[in-house]
């Protein structure tokens, strides 16, 4: 079914009675051409992207629980590209060109929201820091205005520029970085992909993954086995569980990252404000809701779920940048769980098994990365050659030193990306 | 209205209001809902998304109507629960998302387009054209979106934050609350009991039903006063448990002003408490579940347990001629206190066949259901649905149950699952979801008020015991034992929009339509149709949405299963959650014992991590800073500067292996270094980039003290803890940061010697301090010491004092420097005097550099073993194309340079991975009359004299530059020695 | 969170710097090859249920602590000094 504002209105005078499923929900077959372990929007869009632009359609997603239900259902929704180091600027600059044909392409309204990200300095070394990023951006292609102070404070006055502990110097402004709705990104390539015919099979956890003299086979599930000639493990959060079923040791550390959104409010930020003496980021939802968050927890988990130390320190940043924003009251907190990587930057890469292809590590940048992620991933299981955009996103970049990608420069630990 | 005789509020005390700029009194102990259902007034918002009028549903917390916004200009407080909000003289409180007004709101045409609009509508339009979605749709969209508004200004009222400990927390005051607080109160336990109501008692405040020959509410009071008098029992209402959180901690918000009104006087608005408990009982009651129908969102719908509420807490009768409906026994009371009290109740509509209700003075309607409610902005009545037909009944008010949801939430913060109890059609606690908490009353599932009472009491003397206390007797007193009883009833079937989520318009046709689609999973019909996601989180509806999405798919509700319970329990301001930081309370600051001398001496601060620091000190007839900075590097270069570098970590390391230890964290040696004398040392971390540097002195056979960067200083002291607890803990080594307990200050220049002889008991000359020479000096009497280093690249020394002389000795120094032809420098100076000589600062060690990279591959001593040693020897990080420090400066003299520039080959495209490198330091050297800069430059140690293209885009900078050493001034390094 | 600290008693998370897996303990020899110390550096077990990590005491009394630990249910069930584990590995 074709969605239009046409359909919307037909549908309406009729009862809304002729809507179908967005998705099939179809039982396993006994084998694929491929199988993407991980119906999360990474899985989700690499089926698509194998199917739309690799002609491969005998494909199956794998979901141990329902689609989207990871962190593309569990973030802060931000989307740019306003990366400093080469490797991730060719690769966000591509799915942020993704993004803005997304909707388009999927015939799905994922309110994706160029409204202007904003980075705030604070000191002069950060000014120059963020040029250097900002330079970064411009030679990719892609938007960057460093402003001054004033600019700032034309751009968003309600921020305290007078009595704070940490002034604003200026900020990196990126106007086409903005937010989407991060549901309809995951309901959009489902749709896309299940129209194209892949089966999307949910409630459908994998146990094991068949390898026979280094060469993949399919997987056990607990739905049964299925054989197939390629397998992508995209499963963030339990990417070192999966990848043991296949022995494989990974450079990953799970850690809990929490969000907040507060009840509804008029419209009063337009932009994504992130604060640069506390890990802080805010934008406020079409529905009212500010939505922000800020680091990580700090200590490994799985548990979806957070603390109040961190919880606190967050919205403290809050208040010494925004105190406008204090009578705004969170309504919710939640936790996802982040595969942090020992340089911050993730990894797209085939293994030493043929026919097992790895895409993990988005630490917590992985929402914005949802197109590319899975266009990149989609090339490389269906060519088996890196794609250009992702072909820095090597697993044994840790072993070799060779392109490490350390956006936050804090080396090899990895909760400090 | 008020009804004569019932109640609890103080009626020898009215309290005038405004609501919507009109005036109302109340009594003390009204809510805003309460006094305006007291003055007839039932309209008292607007939903999100059709702006459908609607009343008051609930008296409690869970309130998704009734949103107000408090007060005006910054103290504006928008989405507040008019059922929570008690009122005080001059309370000022307005109705919002509605214009012009409340009564007549323009966006209610929406609810004439909600066919349009329906579950998900938005994801299959506003496409087209593209670039609409951010100029015209979202926009609209936004505006028309969100509830209240936040004032757009600075908050100007004071929140609070504090922690408490516990050995047990009860949360909760009702009656089985009480209890537990009771008898671990008599055992000596020391107890904090939470209730987020004004007063303790629960749902006894609402229910007319007697504890012993008490009233509810005077039996909780008698309780009250006993737990006051107890010195290990701490009450606190008005404080709402918000979260469960890992060992035993909890997050509460106490309103501690909000009924008063009362701003500043030290007195906080709010209170965000983390309470630290060793066991908990978990007592928060239940919360009741209305029906849904045709139109069942008119003002004038409540449930039925608001109701009793208004009018045995409250005395007031939500409606003069009210009509009750239910699926159980509990919404018998509603009708049964009506009529007791005098109202007039137009029916009892129970929809299970064959109940009867003795002493009814009222028409009992059994087996039917209602199946529409008539009347806009006010009920006016409600059809009722039988085997015989249908009749319409006029009624201004309509109690709904449709049973009672324990309130779970709390057992579900650490990812517990509540377990479907079918006797009692709802969910309850999961035993052991929460560690070392029990449930005990309605929130267990035990709807009685005796039952509520014994289960208390049992919680209370069993966490007494696994404290370790002796139980103590408490009698039970005789109360209300009726058993609940009750058949399912979700959504009446029918035409029409049933409503489940009032404050989001969400209907049960909503519910299927998701389903139908295939978001049949409970959290993809959540977020498809927003279920659940208004301010009360679902506590209202999420139940109904389970079953009618239960129904729809042809599922049980417990394998359809629930959405993820979070924190807060209830909504807590940013303002709260974050007290203390606004302002300047968001981090410590740091400050020199100079620094009141600088800021006299005019001198701007600012930031170094928490430091605070000078940028440099203005002279008159100095109209920017470059002018100043200029003059202090000539203090440096050409007579004396003074500047306090007390910032640098300083860490004091003593015992026989303290040079193993220097050895093992610094990539050169140390433990060569001879008494008296200092080196520079270069740390790597484990990965092999570089951490820091800094200088260390040997003061002793077996004492040095190492400086590290500002900037690192914490960083470096964690990681010698590591080393010698995590590595080696057989060294027998001592450190403590002396940081805090020096003062140091840099005294750099030609005239540096001749100055400090000036203030030295004994003077040095080159034999006794030569270059990079330390030791103990006495200075104007107090015992300090010198060290021979220098940052300048010009003689020069640091002097270091306990602390507490450092503002004298700074003033001293300054003195001997001004008489000179020199003074102080700051900041800006110290960068431009180091540019100069290529000394690194964190721009340059950022975190990616390796030795390599700087230039200090030999530092790595090949003798020894050194943290990072291995890791700084892999392929990628020995690369020869890695960006190598260089010095950079403009073919053209007057060019300007800025750090984060890129640089290219001439003539190269200025694209990503055709970058060289990049500029990481800038500075203009008066002695050159240029900028200079450092960069890093792909194979730069082999390209001195290469021209390069100097490129930064964001500042619309573009210019040649030459590739150098990064050595300016001296290169042969003989001033420093000199 | 709190963490009982043998040498401070029960704390809040706050007084707490995580550093991550307990692995850190076994420092490879220089010569142990590549694949150990990317090992060491870099990858980790990362077990969804028990796991040994390292966390100092840095607003406290300064100890390192082995603290073992649910990674699911976040319950703390050991914490024992560094000094003490990585001397008995000695």
New interface residues.
Partial sequence: MRFSALRVLREGLTGNKGWTPHWRDPQPKAEYDAIIIGGGGHGLSTAYYLAKEHGLTNVAVLEKGYIGGGNVGRNTTIVRANYGLPGNSEFYSHSLKLWEGLEEDLNYNVMHSQRGQLMLCHSDGQRDAFARRGNQMIAQGDDAELLDREGVRRLVPYLDFDNTRFPIYGGLMHARGGTARHDAVAWGYARGADQRGVDLIQQCEVTGIDIENGVVKGVQTTRGAIRAKKVGVVVAGRSSQVAAMAGMRLPIESHVLQAFVTEGLKPVIDHVISFGMGHFYISQSDKGGLVFGGDLDFYSSYASRGNLPMAEHVMEAGMTLMPMIGKAKVLRSWGGIMDMTPDGSPIIDKTETEGLFLNCGWCYGGFKAVPGSGNSFAHLMATGNHHAPAAKYRLDRFRTGVDLMDEEATGSQHNLH | MRVAGKGLVNRDKSVTFRFDGVSYTGFEGDTVASALLANGITLMGRS?KYHRPRGVLTAGSEEPNAMVTVGEGAG????VRATVQEIYEGLMVRSQNAWPSLDFDVMAVNDLAA??L?AG????????P?RF??AIY??V???A???????????E?T?E?A?AFCDLLVIGAGPAGLMAALAAGRAGVDVILCDEDMQVGGRLLAESGAVGHLSGADWAASVMAELEAMANVRVMTRTTVT?A?????F?ALERVNQHTGKRGGGAPLEC?W?I?AKRSVLAAGALERPIAFQNNDRPGVMTAGAVRAYLNRWGVSPGEKVTVFGNNDDAHRTALDLAAAGVHVAALIDSRQGITVEAASFPVIVGAQVCNAAGRKALESVTVRTSAGEQSIQTDCLAVSGGWNPTVHLTC???GRPTWREDIQAFVPTAGSI?DMAVAGACDGVFSTLGCLKDGLRAGQEAAEALGKRVVAVDLPVADDAAYALEPLWAVAGKGRAWLDFQNDVSV?DIK?AA????R?V??MK??T?QG???D?GKNSNVMALAVLADATGRGIPETGTT?F???YG?????A???????????P?RFTTSHKRSVERGAPM??AGLWYRPSYFPKAGETTWRQSCDREVGYVRKAVGVCDVSTLGKIDIQGPDAAELLDFVYTNLFSTLQVGRVRYGLML?????V?DDGTCARLGETHYVMTTTTAAA?AVM?HL??VT???H??WQVAFTSVTEQWAQFAVAGPKARELLNGVLAQPVDGESFPFMGCGPVEVAGVQGRLFRISFSGEHAYEVAVPSRYGASLFDLLLEHAERMGGGAYGMEALNVLRIEKGFIT??EI???RTAFDIGAARMISAKK?CVG???AA????M?EMRPQMVGIKPVDAAAVL?????LYECGAA??????LG?V?SVGYSPDLGLQIGIAFVARGAARHGDVVRF?????GLETDVEVCAPVFVDPEGGRVRG | MRIDCPLCGARDRREFYYQGAAVALNRPAPDAGVEAWDDYVHLRDNPAGETRDLWHHEAGCGAWLVVTRDTVSHAVSRVELATDVKGAMA
């Fill in positions: 999100f504006a407080e928008p989405n066919p349009f329906g509508f938005y994801y299959k339009t506003f496409m087209w593209k979605w951010e979202e926009p969209i936004r505006k979106a969100g509830l209240g508004a936040l004032s757009g200004k600075h908050n009222d929140y934050k922690f979260g959180y890992d060992g035993g901690t997050g965000f983390r630290a913060h650490m990812n560690p046709k339509q139908v689609e295939n978001f999973s959290e993809h977020r498809y927003t996601m208004a301010t989180q993820t979070r924190p807060p909504p807590v301001a940013i303002a959650m974050g007290a203390g930081a606004q302002g300047h309370g968001f981090a600051e600012i930031e971390r484990e990965d092999g980039t951490m914490g964690r803890e590591f607890q995590c590595l803990p057989e964190h721009a950022d975190g990616r073993d040693k291995t890791m892999r392929a990628g990080l690369d800025s750090a984060g520039a890129h200025q694209v990503n991975g055709n970058g990049h990481t490129v930064d885009a964001v500042r």
